[in-house]
């Protein structure tokens, strides 16, 4: 039976994970409706509808 993985956390630790970063939209978008984010060298579009949702487009 091969090793069973170490956890990020052991049985009995009190380790709580950190919470995400948290941003508004209003910041993110100010007055556009579009916005381009960069990740692993593409290029994704983060959209606002005018029903107020979010799209994330490659």
């Keep these: 039976m091969p090793p069973s993985?170490?956890?990020a956390?052991?049985?009995?630790?009190?380790?709580t994970p950190a919470a995400?970063?948290?941003?508004d939209s209003r910041?993110?978008?100010?007055?556009?409706?579009?916005i381009a984010i960069r990740h692993d060298g593409e290029t994704y579009?983060?959209?606002l509808t005018r029903n107020?949702?979010?799209?994330?487009?490659k």
């Design 5 to 7: 993985p170490q956890r």
């Design 9 to 15: 956390n052991p049985p009995g630790s009190h380790a």
């Design 20 to 23: 995400p970063t948290e941003l």
């Design 27 to 34: 910041t993110l978008f100010e007055r556009q409706r579009e």
């Design 45 to 47: 579009r983060l959209c």
């Design 52 to 57: 107020n949702r979010l799209i994330l487009v």
